[in-house]
């Protein structure tokens, strides 16, 4: 549980940190549809996720459920799709919201 709230936290942080900074200057920042083709074609990964940061950047998750591997990228409004990370080990979870009330 901890692992998944620390992966959870490192993505949400990377995300931010990418968001904030000139992405598009990065070398990994390519227009959207060859982004997402050649993570279809080479790793099965489709996307999994999809957020809008409150900069308006869109950030995704691509995923394969097959080999677990997976791919985060972030869009600026009119920019190219920028690769925010990647690894291994994706599963695709459901988590109810910890019980809240304090006891009576």
Known sequence: MMKNKLLALSF???AMLLAGTHAQAQANCH????VVTRLAERYGES???I?????NTVV???ASLDT???TITV????GPTCLVASGEG?????????NMDSPA
């Open 12 to 14: 949400g942080v990377g």
């Open 31 to 34: 227009p959207r549809d060859l």
């Open 47 to 49: 996307r999994q996720s």
């Open 51 to 55: 957020g809008l940061a409150a900069n």
């Open 60 to 62: 995704e998750v691509f």
């Open 68 to 70: 677990g591997t997976w």
């Open 75 to 78: 869009t600026r409004p009119g």
């Open 90 to 98: 994706f599963q695709v979870l459901a988590e109810v919201l910890p």
